[in-house]
């Protein structure tokens, strides 16, 4: 199962939006409504941002959101902000059952 | 409060095993599954496995199979990872999280596991 490719890099300014893409197969982002989005801040575990596309989890700004078009998911993140520097996963359930992870992007804000 | 606390950091030599645990506490450990996830130095985050917390019922990453057995003991709510014949490119952080559906809501401290000859 090959990782799901994201940009390495995405940067903004303070209070801009920003998207990062996340692009797999018809095997995994495709097929199922299942891709969630992480957070990892330096030397940290990561922390689930989203699920199920465009579910936030409890006590998550709602500044982040998803979307899914075909075999690429999105999160956007808007008025962003100097804490949301950090890198970005994708991850998504397989036709295999298992799941996968995204290469990872580091937003930086400038 | 929900934890998920792990064990030390490890320094193993190619071909040996290494066993890592994650001990939860602050919900009722059966009524969640564990997700296990690694990560190399300075790279992206690769997942592991699935064990249910359950009946212990599992999933691997292909590129382990064979290798690694995830397992639980559910009289101390405790998770654990056996990784067999390690290899150089098996060092990284192995972190094991909650998980519930699609929700991965917490996530152990982390554990390095090093691997030099």
């Known amino acids: 199962q090959s990782a799901l490719t994201q940009p390495a890099s995405v940067s903004g300014s303070p209070g801009q939006s920003i998207t990062v893409s996340c692009t797999g197969t018809s095997s995994d982002i495709g097929g199922y409504n299942y891709v969630s989005w992480f957070q990892q801040h330096p030397g940290k575990a990561p922390k689930l941002i989203l699920y199920e596309v465009s579910n936030r989890p409890s006590g998550v700004s709602n500044r982040f959101s998803g979307s899914k078009s075909g075999n690429t998911a999105s999160l956007t993140i808007s008025g962003l902000q100097a804490e949301d520097e950090a890198d970005y996963y994708c991850?998504?359930?397989?036709?295999?059952?298992?799941?996968?992870f995204g290469t990872g992007t580091k937003v930086t804000v400038i | 409060q929900v934890q998920l606390v792990q064990s030390g950091a490890e320094l193993k030599k190619p071909g040996a095993s290494v066993k890592v645990s994650c001990k939860a506490s602050?919900?009722?450990?059966?009524?969640?599954?564990i997700y296990w996830v690694r990560q190399a130095p300075g790279q992206g985050l690769e997942w592991v496995g699935w064990i249910s917390g359950y009946n212990g019922h599992t999933n691997y990453a292909q590129k382990l199979q064979g290798r690694v057995t995830l397992t639980t003991d559910t009289s101390t709510s405790t998770a654990y990872m056996d990784l067999r014949s390690l290899r150089s490119d098996d060092t990284a952080v192995y972190y094991c999280a909650r998980v519930l559906g699609e929700l991965l809501d917490f996530w152990g401290q982390g554990t390095l596991v090093a691997i030099s000859s």
């Open positions: 602050g919900y009722t450990f059966t009524n969640y599954g």
């Open positions: 991850s998504s359930y397989t036709s295999s059952i298992t799941r996968v």
